[in-house]
């Protein structure tokens, strides 16, 4: 199984911008679909966004759309998240999800939390205003 490291967190003011990372060790990095997932204190673990095998295909959850930006480099068995305009309620844990995708009968990427197998430990990230 894929094990994924994320990295990037911190604490910013509100309108500032994190690129947080997220490095795939073992596994076929190209038959993964990614995610990222975040969850507040108290709240459910929720998607934020997601990318496919091929990176063509992306999703983004309506609280990011035009603001957060998903991808992928394979070269680097690395998926990125950067995050502008950040605000007081982006503030949560972020997790790195991957999903093995490789079969054709497999949806480009998946946007419910369940299906998500391999989960890295979390990073957080703190908004302030």
């Known amino acids: 199984q894929v094990q994924l490291k994320e990295a990037g967190g911190g604490l910013v003011q509100a309108g500032g911008s994190l690129r947080l990372s997220c490095t795939a060790s073992?596994?076929?990095?190209?038959?993964?679909?990614l995610a990222w997932f975040r969850q507040a204190p108290g709240k459910e673990r929720d998607i934020v966004a997601a990318?496919?095998?091929?990176?063509?295909?992306?999703y983004y959850a309506d609280p990011v759309k035009g603001r957060f930006t998903i991808s992928r480099d394979s070269a680097k068995n690395t998926v990125f998240l950067q995050m502008n305009s950040l605000k007081p309620e982006d503030t949560a844990v972020y997790y790195c999800?991957?999903?093995?995708?490789?079969?054709?009968?497999?949806?480009?990427?998946?946007?419910?939390?369940?299906?998500?197998?391999?989960w890295g430990q979390g990073t957080q990230v703190t908004v302030s205003s």
């Open positions: 073992r596994g076929l990095f190209s038959d993964y679909a």
């Open positions: 999800a991957a999903q093995n995708a490789g079969y054709s009968s497999c949806p480009y990427y998946y946007t419910d939390r369940l299906s998500y197998k391999n």
């Open positions: 990318i496919s095998r091929s990176a063509a295909q992306t």
